[in-house]
């Protein structure tokens, strides 16, 4: 506690502009509540306050940093889908925002540009209402059948909107599933192998590195299509589709479906032990030769498969095998043997570029 000195008397400093306080008269400070200074004179307990928040009303500006970045314009979400490899129907949902907040909009066509195998589904027609701040959602639906590539681009007109900023991308590539099982009376024989270079030195030491960090690896396995339609399917096979990719079941890594799948599941219920799954993998649902669909790995979970898309179909439990797929190339030539008029067989080989295993 700091202590004060007492003066000999009155403030006074001699001089021509000295004054003399000793008769000057001030108010006490607890006259004006501002001036309080200390601990007021009032019994009971000392509290100390915090200072509190003061809130001052104030008005926003739209910047174009930041708001006009959301305002003020359409805007299509997602803007960009990457597919990677399309073997069965694929439907994309697409939601349409119309960012003018206090003035609707009027869509007065979609146009769809690219490769054949793309639809669009508009349940609202055209033209098409926008009230401000509203948004509406559509479907697009990827088709198995197509060009070889998937590079679409579906943009919403809408009038004095500029379309640059209202398009959607679509990406893929379209394989076909070599949908045969093996014939299980013959091996199925799978290996991979890396690639690698030595350089040799001039006193014959010699220094080896790995050229191609992940493997290329080869199945191969033999078919038997018997009855009116499996031989057809697999000549058509051999012969229609060598230059382009298959995608490959890895069968010897089949697993039966645990419980039955409903159209829209993103779940599978399927053992997961000892598979090889990673996300980004492709899921195959097998029934048959001409009963299959093909799903991409979202997530690996303690009971199954979660998937990026909806299924689209139903799937029974334990008639419906559940297997990796993978992006294969059947060599330039094969062959096919016809055993009758109804019977026919074929030893094929893949070539599995980059296969994790």
């Known amino acids: 506690m700091s202590v004060g000195i007492e003066a000999a008397g009155p403030f006074h400093l001699p001089g021509l502009s000295s004054s003399d306080l000793s008769g000057a008269v001030l108010d006490p400070p607890s006259v004006d509540a501002s001036r309080v200074v200390g601990i007021p004179d009032v019994a009971g307990p000392f509290v100390r306050a915090l ?27 997602p803007r ?23 003035r609707a909009r009027s869509l007065v066509a979609i146009n769809l540009t690219g490769p054949a195998g793309v639809e669009v589904v508009n349940p609202y027609g ?12 559509y479907i697009i639906r990827v088709l198995a059948e197509g060009g070889a590539r ?3 681009l579906v943009t919403w007109v809408f009038l004095s909107v500029d379309s640059n900023g209202t398009t959607l991308h679509l990406l893929g590539l379209r394989m076909l599933p070599f949908s045969l099982m093996p014939d ?13 270079d030595v350089i040799t030195s001039d006193d014959g030491s010699e220094q080896r590195r790995l050229l191609r960090e992940i493997p290329h690896g080869w199945l191969e396995f033999t078919v038997t299509g018997i009855g009116a339609a499996d031989p057809r399917l697999v000549s058509a096979l051999l012969h229609g589709w060598t230059h ?29 032990t000892d598979v090889p799954w990673s996300v980004g993998m492709l899921a195959f649902l097998w029934r048959d030769a001409d009963t299959w669909d093909v799903a991409r790995v979202d997530a690996i979970l303690a009971e199954g498969l979660r998937m990026t898309l909806p299924i689209t179909g139903a799937w029974p439990a334990t008639s419906t095998l559940v297997l990796p797929m993978v992006t294969g190339f059947l060599a330039p030539e094969q062959t096919f043997t016809w055993l009758s008029l109804r019977a026919g067989r074929a030893r094929v080989r893949f070539t599995i570029p980059a296969w994790r295993t």
């Not at 299980?184 to 690698?196: F, I, M, T």
């Not at 382009?244 to 997961?272: C, H």
């Open 51 to 77: 200072p509190g928040l003061v809130s001052l009303p104030s008005i926003g500006l739209e910047t174009p940093a930041s708001d006009l970045a959301w305002l003020d314009r359409i805007h299509v979400l």
């Open 80 to 102: 960009e889908v990457d597919l990677g490899s399309v073997l069965s129907d694929v439907e994309v949902p697409v939601e349409v925002w119309n960012g003018f907040l206090r």
């Open 126 to 137: 055209l033209p098409t209402h926008f009230p401000g701040s509203e948004s509406k959602a």
């Open 150 to 152: 998937v590079d679409n």
């Open 184 to 196: 299980l009376n013959d091996p199925v024989s799978q290996g991979y192998g890396y690639l690698g």
């Open 244 to 272: 382009r990719p298959f995608g490959v079941p890895v069968w010897p890594w089949w697993n039966r479906l645990r419980t039955a799948i409903v159209p829209g599941a993103t779940e599978i219920d399927v053992d997961v």
